[in-house]
C-alpha cells in the first residue's frame, strides 16, 4: 500500500470513529414529524402529505419492515447516509478539483481528504443526520454526488452521462434540494468550453439533455399530485416578493456559516463577523491572483443551491430547517478549502484548517448533545403511556413542544401514541405548551447522555395530570421555563 492510499484509509476510518461518537445514534430517538409519517410507512403509503418523494418514502417503508419501531435502525441507515455522503464527497472533489486546477496528484489528494473531512463534521445540517425525516436531504445529495461524478467523466463512455441522468432522477425523485444539479452541470460545460476543451457545438447536447430531463421531471410532478413542490411550502416556493426572499436568501447564507443564536442581537453581531472575514478573505483572494474560474463555479453554485428552499428560509434562533442547508455544504467545505489553500501558506493553511474544524466539531457536538436529550424526553412519554391502562382523561401540563431551539412534539404526538400504545388519544388533551431552554451552565458543560426523564401522575377529579420530571444530576446543572 502506497503511501496516499494508507492516508486515504487513516482518514477514512479515522472520521468513520469521529463521526460515530459526536452524531451517536445510539442515543437518538423518533421526535417531532416521525410519528406522522411513519404509521403512513407502516401502510406502504407513498406521496406522504402530498410530497413528491417516493424515493424517501420507499426508504422509510423498509426502514419500517426492518426495524419497526426501533428508532435505533432508523439512526444507524442514516448516519451511514452521511459517511457514505462523505466518501462520495472526497471523491466528487478529487474529480472536480482534477478537471478544473492544476494541483499536483498529491495536493489533490490532501484538499480532497480536508473536504470530505470538513463535510462529514460540518455543524450546519444536523436535521439530516440526527432527525429520521431530515434523511431525504442527504439521501438526496447521495444521488447529487453521483450524478456529478459521472457527468465529470461524461466524455468518456457514453454510459457515464446516462448514469449521471440515472441519478439525478432517482434525486429528483427523492428531495427538491437536488434542483441546483442543472446549473452546475451548466457551469461545468460551460466552462470546458471556455478553457477549450471542447467546443460548444459538442458540449451542449450534455447540459440540454440534463434539463430537459428536469423539465420533464417536473411535468411528472404535475401530473401525479397537482404541485410542483408539495404541500409543505408548495404555496411559497414560488413566492416571487422580492423583500422575504431577500431576507430569507441572507438568512440562509448566514446561517451556512453560523450558528442560531435566541438573542437577535448576537446573531447580529456574529453576522457583521462573518461579513468582515469575507471581505478581508475577498481581499487576500485578489492580492494573490487567486480569483479564477473553478472558484466562480464553486460560488455561484452555493448561492444557486440555497435557490430551491429560499422561499421557505431557515431559522435563526433554532436549529430548525437545518436540513436545507446538507447539499449547499457540499460546495461550501470545498469553497473552504479551496480558498485557504489558495491564500494562506502551509504552516498558516494547516492550523485555519484545524481551526475551522474544531469549530465544527464543537457545534456539531452540541447539536447531537440536544438531539439526544430530546430523544431521551420523547422515549419517556411514550414509555409512560405503553403502560398507561387508564381509561380516565388525561391532561398533559408543561408540554414541550420544543427542546433547546428543536422541535420535539410540535406534531404527530397523537399519532406516535396510536401507532406505539394502541390507545384512544381521544381523551388526551395538551394543556399549554412550552419551549424548554438550557441555561448558560448547559452550553458550557459537556451534558452526559441517556438522562432519566420519567412523568409524575396526579389525579384531579374525574382526569389525570401529567407532568415531566427531570432526575436530580439533570436538573442541577439544567433548568427548564417554570421548573
Request: aromatic share 16%; glycine share 4%; proline share 3%.
Amino acid at each position: 500500500m502506497n503511501k496516499q492510499a494508507a492516508l486515504k484509509v487513516i482518514f477514512f476510518f479515522f472520521f468513520v470513529g469521529i463521526t460515530l461518537i459526536i452524531y451517536n445514534p445510539f442515543a437518538l430517538y423518533f421526535l417531532n414529524d416521525d410519528m406522522t409519517h411513519l404509521p403512513l410507512s407502516s401502510k406502504g403509503i407513498f406521496f406522504q402529505r402530498n410530497s413528491f418523494r417516493p424515493i424517501h418514502d420507499l426508504l422509510l417503508i423498509i426502514e419500517y419492515k426492518l426495524w419497526g419501531l426501533n428508532a435505533l435502525g432508523y439512526h444507524l441507515v442514516e448516519w451511514l447516509i452521511h459517511v457514505l455522503c462523505s466518501v462520495l464527497v472526497y471523491q466528487f472533489s478529487y474529480s472536480l478539483l482534477k478537471l478544473y486546477s492544476k494541483h499536483t496528484k498529491k495536493e489533490l489528494t490532501t484538499l480532497s481528504l480536508s473536504t470530505a473531512s470538513l463535510f462529514s463534521v460540518y455543524a450546519f445540517h444536523s436535521e439530516s443526520v440526527l432527525w429520521i425525516l431530515g434523511s431525504g436531504a442527504s439521501l438526496a445529495t447521495v444521488f447529487f454526488l453521483l450524478s456529478a461524478i459521472f457527468y465529470l467523466k461524461r466524455k468518456e463512455v457514453l454510459i457515464y452521462f446516462i448514469s449521471s441522468l440515472i441519478c439525478f432522477q432517482i434525486g429528483l425523485f427523492t428531495y427538491e434540494a437536488i434542483w441546483v444539479a442543472p446549473i452546475f452541470v451548466g457551469l461545468l460545460s460551460f466552462e470546458s468550453v471556455r478553457n477549450k476543451s471542447t467546443q460548444w457545438k459538442k458540449e451542449w447536447i450534455y447540459p440540454g439533455v440534463y434539463f430537459i430531463s428536469f423539465l420533464v421531471n417536473l411535468l411528472i410532478r404535475k401530473l401525479l399530485i397537482g404541485e410542483l413542490a408539495g404541500t409543505y411550502g408548495g404555496q411559497k416556493i414560488f413566492s416571487f416578493s422580492l423583500k422575504p426572499l431577500l431576507y430569507n436568501g441572507l438568512c440562509l447564507f448566514a446561517r451556512s456559516f453560523v450558528p442560531p443564536n435566541v438573542s437577535t442581537s448576537l446573531f447580529a453581531a456574529s453576522v457583521v463577523v462573518l461579513a468582515l472575514v469575507l471581505i478581508i478573505t475577498f481581499r487576500k483572494l485578489l492580492n494573490a491572483k487567486a480569483f479564477n474560474s473553478l472558484l466562480l463555479i464553486l460560488i455561484i453554485s452555493f448561492l444557486c443551491s440555497l435557490l430551491p428552499v429560499i422561499s421557505l428560509g431557515i431559522s435563526t434562533h433554532s436549529r430548525e430547517s437545518e436540513r436545507f442547508l446538507y447539499l449547499p455544504s457540499v460546495f461550501l467545505c470545498l469553497l473552504i478549502i479551496f480558498v485557504v489553500n489558495s491564500v494562506l501558506s502551509y504552516p498558516k493553511m494547516v492550523i485555519c484548517f484545524v481551526g475551522v474544524l474544531f469549530y465544527n466539531i464543537y457545534f456539531t457536538y452540541t447539536n447531537a448533545r440536544d438531539y439526544s436529550v430530546a430523544g431521551q424526553i420523547s422515549k419517556s412519554f411514550y414509555k409512560h403511556f405503553e403502560i398507561e391502562s387508564s381509561t380516565d382523561t388525561i391532561v398533559l401540563n408543561g408540554f414541550p413542544r420544543q427542546f433547546n431551539g428543536l422541535p420535539l412534539f410540535r406534531s404527530g404526538f397523537k399519532e406516535g401514541l396510536a401507532c406505539f400504545c394502541k390507545i384512544d388519544t381521544s381523551k388526551l388533551f395538551i394543556a399549554d405548551e412550552e419551549e424548554m431552554k438550557g441555561v448558560t451552565k448547559y452550553n458550557i458543560k459537556l451534558a452526559k447522555r441517556n438522562f432519566d426523564f420519567s412523568l409524575i401522575t396526579n389525579k384531579v377529579g374525574t382526569h389525570k395530570e401529567l407532568t415531566l420530571l427531570f432526575d436530580s444530576s439533570y436538573f442541577s446543572m439544567f433548568s427548564f421555563n417554570n421548573h
